[in-house]
């Protein structure tokens, strides 16, 4: 069971440290207060995991179930890669036998099990080399990519929002029936198109709001579960 961390007595580490006055600016040096006492950043390095967002899935799967019999499972905008961790965990991945396929534009340390892309998902080669390096039909699709934010709140929406959707389009293609699809989107409302494009294609959609989200985030996670399976192609779509 996922709990929310214990302040200060599962780390070791007192909350509520100060950063001494440096040359930071008065922003960066609450931003980085923030961040060394957050229970969930001191939780991830005690676990083991490379960033708090682990607990985000934890939290997720422990109420929607969707990590439980997944085989093969390819994890976009992985980097730093505490998702793919996870993943490897659950699929018992290993380098002899790759269930996990990452991939995102930032360099990536090696991890396990997982096969990382260091590669823009919008690239028009990425869905070809995943399928090739999860080596098989994946039956869960996750997505931690977020547009690099630009401060102007609707553009950072909007360019988050198509990423999604890109993303739900490549889970709709690759999936195996019954699978699932998890995306990070932001509040403010998910385009009528894609909830409806999910509910065509999924057996259940909702939003989800994991309390490992900082309160502040305008972060969600759309969750699309038990995918119906893809029509056959008609003779005259596929070109007869």
Not at 49 to 61: G, Q, S
Not at 191 to 205: A, D, G, I, M, W
């Amino acid at each position: 069971m996922t709990k929310a961390p214990i302040a200060g007595n599962r780390t070791g580490r007192k909350l509520g440290q100060k950063v001494k006055k440096t040359k930071l600016k008065a922003s960066s040096r609450r931003w980085l207060e923030r961040h060394i006492n957050d229970p969930y950043v001191q939780r991830a390095k005690l676990e083991g995991y490379r960033a708090r967002a682990a607990f985000k899935l934890l939290e997720i799967d422990e109420k929607h179930n969707i990590l439980k019999g997944a085989r093969r499972i390819i994890d976009l905008g992985a980097a730093p890669g505490s998702w793919s961790q996870i993943a490897a965990n659950v699929t018992g991945s290993t380098d002899a036998d790759v269930r996990v396929a990452a991939i995102d534009f930032l360099e990536m340390a090696p991890l396990p099990g997982v096969k990382i892309l260091q590669l823009d998902f919008l690239d028009p080669e990425a869905p070809a080399k995943l399928i090739e390096a999860v080596g098989g039909t994946p039956d869960l699709v996750i997505s931690d990519m977020a547009a690099p934010t630009t401060g102007h709140q609707k553009t950072d929406h909007l360019r988050t929002m198509h990423l999604c959707e890109v993303a739900a389009h490549f889970a709709i293609e690759v999936l195996a029936e019954g699978g699932h699809f998890l995306a990070k989107t932001f509040q403010g409302g998910t385009e009528r198109e894609l909830l409806t494009l999910l509910k065509q294609n999924f057996r259940q959609v909702v939003h989800v709001k994991p309390s490992a989200s900082r309160s502040e985030s305008v972060e969600m996670f759309l969750l699309a579960k038990g995918f119906k399976g893809r029509k056959p192609a008609t003779a005259e779509e596929a070109g007869d």
